[in-house]
T-cell receptor, first 114, second 113 residues
Framework: DAGVIQSPRHEVTEMGQEVTLRCKPI?????LFWYRQTMMRGLELLIY????????DSGMPEDRFSAKMPNASFSTLKIQPSEPRDSAVYFC????????????FGEGSWLTVV | DQQVKQNSPSLSVQEGRISILNCDYT??????FLWYKKYPAEGPTFLIS?????DKNEDGRFTVFLNKSAKHLSLHIVPSQPGDSAVYFC????????????FGPGTSLSVIP
């Protein structure tokens, strides 16, 4: 079975550039999550969608971050403009209702902003 | 303001001994708790969970204990094996209509052969 698929796996970009991270959730899952992992804060929930609708984006750090889920099989997390402090590993994850079911993570997108 | 806390960033244990990883939470509305394990360069993977109606859940070498009054849970690994060396994340959620899982900062476990 295909798990959560993220791309790119690694991205190095210059400060000020736009970064787009992509995610394909597990087929049939109707909840999708974007997390960011840093040494200081661990795994932070940025935003999550249920049935393609953003439910809670209170974790999005600032307006430079945006996320979309145009359909059940695709989501993007965009940073524009990027800054060095955005350097982190970004994880996409998905799960199936009802609440409390296991969340399955992708392998992460390693972002470095120089 | 972290709702899920793991106050030990790292832990070292001898192979064969017990590993105890601790987690505290502040939100009394949390009613479902999970542990995830993460190897370097991989995404976290689900390990074990417990509902607030229980105080213990066991799966092989892994046991999770929940103390609701203290808002504390712990993961016990017995016996510890070198392959258990990883970062362990504690997580909690509220069973509302939608799933929102909050993770702690993680504890890095090293099992020494």
């Amino acid at each position: 079975d295909a798990g959560v698929i993220q791309s790119p796996r690694h991205e190095v970009t210059e400060m000020g550039q736009e970064v787009t991270l992509r995610c394909k959730p597990i087929s049939g899952h109707n909840s999708l999550f974007w997390y960011r992992q840093t040494m200081m804060r661990g795994l932070e929930l940025l935003i999550y969608f249920n049935n393609n609708v953003p439910i809670d984006d209170s974790g999005m750090p600032e307006d430079r971050f945006s996320a979309k889920m145009p359909n059940a099989s695709f989501s993007t997390l965009k940073i524009q403009p990027s800054e060095p402090r955005d350097s982190a590993v970004y994880f996409c994850a998905s799960s199936l209702d009802p609440p409390g079911n296991t969340i399955y993570f992708g392998e992460g997108s390693w972002l470095t902003v120089v | 303001d972290q709702q899920v806390k793991q106050n030990s960033p790292s832990l070292s244990v001898q192979e064969g001994r017990i590993s105890i990883l601790n987690c505290d939470y502040t939100n009394s509305m949390f009613d479902y708790f999970l542990w995830y394990k993460k190897y370097p360069a991989e995404g976290p993977t689900f390990l074990i969970s417990i509902s607030s109606i229980k105080d213990k859940n066991e799966d092989g070498r892994f046991t999770v204990f929940l103390n609701k009054s203290a808002k504390h849970l712990s993961l016990h690994i017995v016996p510890s094996q070198p392959g258990d060396s990883a970062v362990y994340f504690c997580a909690a959620s509220v069973k509302t209509s939608y799933d929102k899982v909050i993770f702690g900062p993680g504890t890095s476990l090293s099992v020494i052969p």
